[in-house]
């Protein structure tokens, strides 16, 4: 079982940026599929930013070019620089992990059994 904390969101003007973080333990962060997650009120929780155990990142395309995700195995932290947010960015954000070693390390919900409670990032205009 890996344990996943989220912190760093806030609210922020259009165009600003974050850096969200999720500290894990149980498991070494360089050795798990790891992502970013997101819902908004009223919406399904939809794949942002995953990265595999060699570092190797796929985005979503709404946030491609603007989020960066990103391990620190030193510290055991998972990263998701966010920039130039817009409103629609607005939304929960949960980190996941999946610590099988043969999953699809994709954007799936379905693919992560591990969550942290998440971390409210809100955007205004």
């Known amino acids: 079982q890996v344990h996943l904390a989220e912190s760093g969101g806030g609210s922020v003007q259009a165009g600003g940026s974050l850096r969200l973080s999720c500290a894990a333990s149980?498991?070494?962060?360089?050795?798990?599929?790891m992502a970013w997650f997101r819902q908004a009120p009223g919406k399904k929780r939809e794949g942002v930013a995953r990265?595999?155990?060699?570092?190797?990142?796929r985005y979503a395309d709404s946030v491609s070019g603007r989020f960066t995700i990103s391990k620190d195995s030193a510290q055991n932290i998972l990263y998701l620089q966010m920039n130039s947010l817009t409103p629609e960015d607005t939304a929960m954000y949960y980190c996941?992990?999946?610590?099988?070693?043969?999953?699809?390390?994709?954007?799936?919900?379905?693919?992560?059994?591990?969550w942290g409670q998440g971390t409210q990032v809100t955007v205004s205009s």
């Open positions: 996941a992990a999946d610590p099988s070693g043969y999953g699809l390390c994709n954007l799936s919900i379905t693919e992560y059994n591990n």
């Open positions: 149980g498991y070494t962060v360089s050795t798990l599929c």
């Open positions: 990265i595999d155990r060699n570092g190797g990142a």
